[in-house]
């Protein structure tokens, strides 16, 4: 159960950590035939300790900033093009879209795309793959949320990727 909670936060994160840029090619579901990545499970309930569970700072400010969204079951996807940069932890991805955090319970997904050697936060609808992110300062659903978080988990977020590897 402990390593089911944290698997899924750091999807979670992982994730936060994968929000979408404006180039969706290939429809809604582009990242349907990508490889998942180790980020899966539910997101545990606010005011769940994850710390108690063995998680880290990094997971408990995920269950923080995306538990009152109720977002349920999550699964990561890796653009296999970023896949050897993600499993050596690098921090330099090739431009394009890199990763991709499903929420098909509630139908978004959040994805990174990078663009210049920086990085594009969005969330998208799993519908029509149209940007649905919040312009909500502070708003868990708002790409300035995701780029905030990463920013201050340089330990563990490596070239905008944050979480557990493969």
Known sequence: MKRIVLGGLVAAFFLAVFTVGTSMAGGALFWKNWPE????????????????????????????TYCAIKPGQYVSFINPKAMDTYKKKGKKYPDGMTGVLQF?????????EIKGGNPIYDVI??????????????????????????????????????????
């Open 104 to 112: 098909a319970d509630i139908g978004v997904a959040f994805t990174t």
């Open 37 to 64: 990545g180790t980020a899966k499970g539910v997101m545990p309930p606010c005011g769940t300790n994850v710390l108690a569970l063995g998680g880290d700072d990094i997971l408990q400010a995920t269950v923080e």
């Open 125 to 166: 609808s799993m519908k029509d793959g149209k940007s649905i992110a919040s312009k909500e300062a502070n708003h868990p659903l708002n790409p300035k949320t995701c780029e905030k978080c990463h920013a201050s988990f340089k330990g563990v977020c490596k070239g905008f990727v944050c979480g557990n590897r493969m």
